[in-house]
């Protein structure tokens, strides 16, 4: 990364102007940031307790809490990793390890994964709702959002999970050819470990990206917000509660902000863990 | 007799030469009849024939981008995972061919180990970089690996330093002990054949001498090609030298000889030009 | 060899994805496709798709809606985008970089629902002083430019961080004024990769549903400014899917698949981009 | 993932096959406490023993009162479980007849084409006109919310309040609240120049307390409840008739509707007994509750 500034040599008003606008332009992306996080501290911390997080919410959300809702997130993303991280994984796998490089079958399935990658949450909501939902009888239920969300972060998990793969040096590659060990010991005793750290991450990455969906579960998981019996109960995500708080709740403004930093909390916490288990994991990974 | 010179000779007190019979009446191993290697667009070999003998240190030299790596790469068949990469022509090894569509690349990479450039110990514990492939290949005693492990280290030198921290990462062994392990694993699968390419050219000094009194060790239980740039280093180990250069856009065979005609009677006046140190 | 049988079968499966899912959109569209016809959902005078007889099916108001968004959210985060990654890559201090970069990643990473609270909760209102009831397509552009200013800054920089130093000592070496600079030596080679963190923003502007159905007051009429309230292809979906039957679920069924055909053709011509610029870095 | 393959089988009915997991059993057990509690409460059905879940699909008017009355039999019937989604009467209606619900919600009459299910009427509700509760408007004739809702009158002047603009909150194609409300003042949809357009009660109800200069209609027995609770809103009476739930009782009200319970011809018994909880005097007082008109009353 060849990182260069470009020094005050001359001082022309053209020169000032592109400055300018550049800190204004910084300014613009910055104030809507500050907004927004300000007011989701403000007005979220005030009505946030640790009761909150265990209480059933009553009176539509106005009171209560968000046990429920957080059970229902939990295990609608539980379905969702279930399934992305092994097929996820062993697409990588397949893409990196087995299939030629640049191939047809390679670029064929590149381009399906960025079409996909492409697809509107809200198309995948009806896809979730007219192929899990009704197709395969599950009805509106935690399993067909889980399943609808996999979908959805499948093309950022594989392409994550590619890369954490690529980042195994040539020639620790080249040594396992050399050794003719078997194509499944290497991958699976030296590929793996060496990519694990990077996996982890993707892992965090897609999860972070299905717990802040909404539209594609708004047909799928559904909006019941009472602790879910089983798989096949709807049940409503974090998301959703702050779509339905804000929307058709008078009043429930400020729950939906204690709701919206609880998921905002969540989020950077999945993102960042695996931050973590990178560091510790660093001295064990080959020197490159 | 010898074909290494004096000043070698003292450096190297240990190295078995003067007994071994099989270097003066060599018998050929490793047969390369005619090989071509395209690349999409570049010829990177063409028409090269040699025939290593067995028992015996080859060195293979020339100045840097003339094929010796391609053609070490060709020997062991690494250049199959490379996109593109054209081979013509056959390599033998005791008499059956390496390039054919039905061989066992598993058993031809046992047969004939690659040592590369750089160290590349797998990422994994000491003992387990000559472990897993000895698991991997079918060595199913637990007892037997665990000896195994024992001799390979004894015989790279390695054991005293490192008996100790066997389940260490091999990353934290030094340049040269890396080195060192990678050939103890290759030989821990009792190959016939050891191609290094430039074995020491990643390590400093002192650790390069100890892979060169290592490389000299192997000589009459193992088949050695040894490709260098350093010419010294040829002159010190090799028992036949090969002598390659790029010559209209292509590499192809100088001379092949041993080492002693090829730095000291060379036939071909590129040979003693580059041997000599006026070009290359 | 169970691996690789694994591995690949996997990767086609996940590719297969893509077939199944418009696959399933088009045959919940079908019905509407077959009884109000292609021409009907451009030719209708309204939006009124009751099931019956006095079904109108025109797409057009959300199609209108939907571009307007996208275009407006576009011409305000491009060039915010664009400037703010200039102004970090060369101009200002590195730790202000850093705090910027820093800033957008978690600017990125705010659910969608999260932006449109706020937009609901503090922007409507601001606008609603403006003028009446506040939910517009303004409100919705704005919304929008907040949720893809980041995908057009992460973008640019990347680009403007891979300008080789070398290039830009060249052209201050020459005495050159940084604008001068910006011009010679930087803009000709970051333009493609601009072009495609353009491209993925609008596809994600234009793909977005949950900040939009909170801000834009979703009525189906062409907007005649911007404090009207707007309905976009998504938002329709949102709004009404869940109360829809029969026709009615069909053509909104139509509608995702027309979005769905939308957003996929951007998707390949930001390929398109791409490659055309990796080919020519490479003769 | 037991539940996932079994769930491949096309069209297979699997609700309540999906306990599973280990957290199914605590939450179970969780319910199972509960209601052992509520069972010495509850009263009427106690001898007859059902299991099983019974999902209810529909108007979003409706949805509150079942979702309570449904919490109060879960109680009294353990191991029973109803699950209540909104999604419109149409779809109520759709799903009844196709099977996906056991139960349709329709907060309406049933038409003739829609005979063929079975109905129950729950209850009655009236549909009324809500201000901001900031407005200075006491009453609109007929002829004047005619005029707001087609954007002829567009400024709170212009009927005689103060000079500010009029927002007119408008529902969703395919609510019923829309089609009676429509059908009442004789509207045509296309007439309608809305200026938000929302999706059920709740969302009209927060939009107008939100909105200064708002105007909309939605469920008397949701508005009630609200105001109850305190939100900005005022109720319009209609042609001189006051908004309220005792007005719809007693039939005095012209905007009225019947909130209804449909089901296809194959009912299982733990569907049975809970429309027959429904019915029931147990379940009078929650209707009343929820500021709706029992039948009985």
Redesign the interface.
Known sequence: ??????????T?K??V???T??????V???V??G???G??LM?GATSLSPQFLVDSPS??G?EGGIGPVL?STL?VMGVCL?VVVP??L??A???N??????GF?VR??R?????????????????G???FC????????I?AGGLTLA?MV??LY?RLSEQALRTV?D??R????????????A????VL??AAPGLFAATGLAL?RA?????AL??TS???SR????????GRVL??H??DL????????GP??AT?LV??AL??SV?GVPRLVRGFTR?????V | MSQIDNRARALLPWCPMEKTAPCCTPRTYLEVTDLTVKYKNTTALRHVSIEIPRGCVTAIVGPSGCGKSTLLHVINRMTDAVAGCDVRGSVRLAGAEVLGKGVDLRMLRRRVGLIFQRPNPLPLSIAENVLLPLRDHGFTGREERASILERVLHEVGLWDEVAQRLNAPAATLSGGQQQRLCIARCLALLPEVILFDEPCSALDPIAAEIIEQLICRLRNRYTVVIVTHNLAQARRVADFTAVLWNREGASSLVEFGKTRHIFERPTQGLTSLYVGGVTG | MLLAVIGRSAAVTVAGLVILIAGFLLLHAQPALREIGFVRFFADASWNPSPGPEGRFDIVPALVGSALATALAALIAVPIGITAALGSTFFVHRAVARLVDSGVGVLAGLPSVVIGLWGLTALVPWIARIRAPGASLLAAALVLAVMVVPTIYVASRGAFKSIPKTCLDGATALGMTRIGILRAAVLPTVKPALAVGAVLAITRALGETMAVVMVAGNVAAIPRSLFDPVRTLTANIALELPYATGLHRSALFAGGAGLMALTWSLVVLGRCISRAWSGEHND | MESRSSAIVPGARLRGFGGVMLFAALAACARTEESSVAVVTSTGAAGVSVTGTVSVVGSSTIAPVLGELGRLFEAGHPGTRINVETGGSTRGIVEARSGRADIGMVSRALTVNEQDLAAYLVARDGVALILHSGLEVQSLKREQVIDIYTGRIDRWVGVGGPDAPISVIHKAEGRSTLEVFLDHFGLKPTDVRPSVVVGDNQQCIKSVASIPGAIGYVSIGAAEFAVADGVGIRLLPLDGICATTANVRAKRYALTRELNLVTDATVSPVTRAFIDFVLSSDATETIRDLYFVPIGD
């Not at chain 1, 080249?174 to 010991?185: F, I, S």
């Not at chain 1, 991958?187 to 030296?190: D, G, P």
């Not at chain 1, 804000?246 to 403004?253: K, Q």
């Open positions: 990364m060849t990182e260069a500034r470009i020094h005050r040599s001359t022309s053209s020169d102007a592109v400055q606008a550049s800190w204004l332009a910084l613009a992306l910055l809507p940031l907004l927004i996080v007011d989701l007005r009176k539509a106005r059970l295990l279930l097929l996820g062993a697409a796998i397949g893409l390890e087995y299939l030629r490089r640049g079958a064929t399935v381009i399906a994964l960025d079409v996909l990658a492409g697809t509107p949450s809200i198309a995948l909501g009806m896809f709702y007219a192929f009704i197709a395969l009888g599950m009805g509106v239920s399993l979908c499948m093309p594989v040096p020639d620790v080249a040594a396992a050819d050399a050794l003719a060990l078997r194509r499944y010991t991958i699976l005793r030296i470990p060496v972070a717990l802040a969906e909404t539209a708004l047909f559904g909006y019941v602790t879910p019996g089983s798989l096949l109960d709807p998301a959703v702050i779509f804000s929307m058709n709740v008078p009043g429930g403004d939906a902000y919206a998921l905002v989020l950077l993102s001295r064990w990974s080959h020197p």
